[in-house]
């Protein structure tokens, strides 16, 4: 009689039968550390869960992982809920995951952290694009719920503090999953109208309630914003994304509308201040020139007028008067030169001075003829060329050189041998 047998895959089935429906294994609790952690395209991650001693394979599903704020990482030290089957394809038994927290920290807190760190690295809370919030704004608008305190707490600390602004309110859910995306779609409704200042916010909660300001939708939406934005999520202790992306933040939402506005009794104290200081200074000013017309007033010149013509008529008599002098002083004095110059003898007998001149004249005549070598040659003497150079010792003549003897009568030409 031929034994029973099982396959394979029976086998597998079975254990797996048995481990699903222990249990022990359900909904069970793991702690240990992440290792080989791989993000697959399909949305699944697969992963080794381990502690000092020992490890077990472990996967999570795209379904149960759409529900994680966190992306898990190598070394990450985490808290697994779930169950132990068999993969029995390969037999191989493995954790599958449905709920992942960092060990000892909540995994709002780790996405928290992770969307802090890359928004951060991306310059989106750096303070060179922080925008300045208007002082004195004509109109505000709020991105809040219309039901709870937060909205009562904002238009009613405006209205004391500011009544002449106007207050546009953009309604919108502010917890939940579709919270996030309606928050950003009122932020970019709000550009449309003409505002000053927009507050974003609520009041306080959970984290799990203040969690859609902790949205990256959220954060680039304030941070493109072109509105100066005032955040106000929570209680002073609660501190979310939108705080660290917005312009400035507001420890509540009623700190929003105080940030948001002047005190108007405030502007009209300093308004008032002004106007004492105006009055002071321009009853300072009227005394002074008072004062300095009575000063003018006084003067002689005033008491007086026809001084300041005498006075400028003595100047002009005395320059008058030089100027008269310095003339006829010139005048005698070229008188003097003409009467000199008409007295010399030279001009009384100009022939005298034709006959020096002429004299002069010979006795430079005479000098230079006893510098004419002309009259050299006339004595006997000759004069040597070599093509029209002068020869003036024996060393400058070779044999084959042609020579131009010059005579007081002529030129003869000859060749040395």
């Not at 089957?85 to 038994?93: A, D, L």
Request: glycine share 6%; proline share 3%.
């Amino acid at each position: 009689m031929e034994e029973e047998y099982l396959t394979v895959s029976q086998i597998n089935a079975y254990i797996n039968r048995k481990l699903k429906n222990d249990t022990n294994l359900k909904n069970i609790l793991i702690r240990g550390e992440i290792s080989n952690y791989k993000a697959h395209t399909s949305g699944h991650s697969y992963f080794t869960l381990k502690d000092e001693k020992s490890q077990i394979s472990a996967v999570m599903f795209k379904g149960r992982k759409k529900f994680l704020k966190f992306e898990p990482k190598d070394g990450m030290k985490v808290i697994i809920k779930g169950s132990i089957e068999v993969y029995e394809k390969t037999g191989k038994y493995q954790l599958y995951a449905n709920r992942i927290t960092e060990d000892g920290i909540g995994e709002l807190h780790i996405a928290f952290e992770q969307l802090k760190k890359k928004l951060e690295s991306e310059g989106l809370f750096d303070a060179e694009y922080k925008k300045e919030i208007p002082k004195y704004p004509k109109r505000i608008g709020v991105v809040t719920a219309t039901t709870g305190a937060a909205i009562r707490d904002i238009i009613s600390t405006i209205k004391k503090r500011y009544p002449q602004c106007e207050i546009l309110v953009f309604p919108t859910l502010v917890q939940g999953e579709l919270a996030a995306p309606q928050i950003a779609a009122k932020i970019n409704l709000a550009q449309t109208f003409d505002i000053d200042t927009l507050i974003v916010g609520r009041g306080g909660g959970s984290i799990e309630d203040l969690w859609p300001f902790n949205e990256e939708i959220v954060a680039r939406a304030i941070f493109d914003c072109e509105i100066p934005v005032i955040s106000a999520v929570g209680h002073e202790v609660d501190f979310t994304i939108s705080d660290f992306v917005a312009d400035e933040r507001a420890p509540t939402p009623t700190g929003a509308a105080v940030r948001a506005t002047p005190q108007i009794s405030e502007i009209e104290y300093k308004l008032d201040q002004l106007n004492k200081r105006a009055s002071q200074s321009i009853a300072t000013k009227i005394t002074e020139n008072k004062t300095k017309l009575e000063q003018i007033s006084q003067r002689q010149v005033l008491k007086n007028p026809e001084a300041i013509y005498e006075i400028k008529g003595m100047h002009l008599d005395n320059l008058v008067t030089k100027l008269e002098f310095a003339s006829k002083s010139i005048i005698a004095e070229n008188k003097n030169k003409l009467f000199q110059l008409e007295n010399k003898h030279i001009l009384k007998n100009p022939n005298e001075l034709t006959k020096m001149k002429k004299e002069r004249f010979a006795k430079n005549l005479a000098k230079l003829e006893v510098l004419n070598p002309l009259l050299t040659l006339k004595r006997g003497y000759t004069l040597t060329k070599i093509e029209g150079k002068v020869v003036s010792s024996a060393k400058d003549v070779k044999s084959g050189d042609k020579l131009d003897v010059e005579f007081d009568d002529g030129i003869v030409n000859t060749k040395v041998i």
